[in-house]
C-alpha cells in the first residue's frame, strides 16, 4: 500500500517509509523459532514491490535500501540454517541476486539512459555477495568442486545479458564493459574453484582487476581507488598463503609434490597475473572521454605513475617469492642441487634487470638499483648460506668428502653469479658511469678468484693433501 501511494503521489520518502516497515516486520515480530520458508517468501515479496516501483520511477536509494536490508536479514538467518535446508536457501538467495541484477538497469534502459557510477558499484556489490554467500553454502552441503557450478551459472547468466544488450543494440557502455568483466571474472574463477583451495585470494585478485578495468574504461576514479584498496588485500593474503602453503618440512617426494604443485599455480599464478594485467591497464593511456564527471568522481588514491610503479615491483616481489619458494620446495627431492638452483634464480632476475638496463634509452637509476641488489643478494645468499652447507671450515676448505656431484653444484652456485657479473660489465651501456661497469667487472674478478681458491684448496685437501699449500700458491 505504502508503495503504491508513493507512485501514485510521486513521493520517495513515503516508499522509503514503507520498505523501512516491511523489513523490520519481521525482526519485530521474531518469536526466536525458525521458520525460514515464511521469511524468505515474505523477503522475496518485498523484493518484487521494490522491482515493481523501479519499473517506473528512478529512485536508486530505495534500490540499495532494499539491497542492503535483504542482505543483512539473509546472513541473519543463517544462524538458524541447516544442512538440509540447502535447496530452500540457495533458491531464494539465486531469486534475490537476479532481482537485484535486474533492479540496477530496468529503469534505464527502458528510458535509454547511462547507468550511473553508483548503479555499476550495486551490480558489482550484488554479484560478489551472491557468490560469496553461494560458495559457502555450497560448500558446506556439498563440498568441492561443486561451487564451480555456481559460478559457470553466473557467467552464463552475464553473457546472456552481454547477447541481448548487443542485439538491443544498448548505448550504455559502462554497463556493458561491467556485464562483460563480471563474466569474465566468474568463468576465470572457474577452474581454481574446481582445483584450488585458496579461492578467496582468487575471488579478491579477479575482482580486484574487474574493477581496474571498468574504472579504466569509463574513467571512474571511484572504482579505480576500490580497485587498488583491494589489490592491498590481495597482497597480504599472498603473503599468508605463501606460509600456508610452503611451511611444511619433511622429506619431499615426487607422488605427493607435482599435484601440489599444479594447485599452487592455480593460486599464485592467478593472483600475480591479475597484478601484473592491473599494471599493463595502468600504463595504457585511455583512448576515450570519461564517462564519469570529475565534478561527481573522488580523487586519485595514487597517480597513474605511482600505480603502475606499485603494481610493476609488486609483480617481480610476488613473482620471485613464488618462484624462491617453489624451486626451494621441488629440489627438496635433490638436496644437492637445492642452493645452486636458488641462486640460478637470483642471478636469472638479475639478468632480467640488465636487459632492461641495457634496452632502456636512459639512464634508468631503478633498474641499475635492482640489478645490484639481486647480485648482491646472490653474493650474500653463498656466502651466508651455501658455504654453511657446504661445512665450509675456518681453515678454507669444504670439511665434507669431495665428490663430482658436490663440485657440479658448486660450480653451478658460483659460476650462475660470474655469469651475471660478467655479462653487466661487458653489458651495461655507456650512458651509466664507467665506474658502473667496474664495479661489476671487478666484482667479477674477485668473485672467480675465491672460487677458484676455495674449490682448489678442498680439491687438494681431500685427493692431493702433500700439495695443499704449494697448489694455491700456484693459483
Known sequence: AAWLIAIRVNSMLVAILGIAGGFMTPVLLSTGAANLPVLYSYMLLLNLGILAVS???HWPILNYLGFILTYVIFLGSLDA??????????SFLSAFF??????VYLYNIQRRRPSTALELIHLIVNACLFGGIAYGLIRGAHGRPYPAIMSVGMAVFYIGHVVVFLRRKLEDRGLLVALIALAGAFTTWTLPLVYEKESLTIGFALLALTLLWIGKRIGCRFMENLSQLLYLV??????GDMNRNFGGGGVVTGSAYWP????RLWTFGIAIGSIASAFYLERRQPREAPLVSASSDTGRLLSASAGKQVFYWSTVVFLFLFLHLEINAMF???DAFRLPALTVLWCGMGAYFLCKVCTSKAPSPAMLTALAVFALGGFMKILSFDLAAWSFCELGYYNMAYTGQAALARMID????????GLAWAWIPGVYPRSTRAAFGYGALGFVFLYMTLELNSLLHWLLPKFQNGGITSL
Open 55 to 57: 519499473h517506473s520511477r
Open 81 to 90: 540454517y541447516e544442512k538440509s535446508e540447502f535447496p530452500l536457501a540457495i
Open 98 to 103: 537476479v532481482i537485484h541484477s535486474v533492479i
Open 234 to 239: 590481495v597482497f597480504v593474503r599472498l603473503f
Open 260 to 263: 601440489a604443485m599444479f594447485d
Open 332 to 334: 627438496g627431492m635433490w
Open 414 to 421: 658460483f659460476g650462475s653469479l660470474l655469469l651475471l657479473l
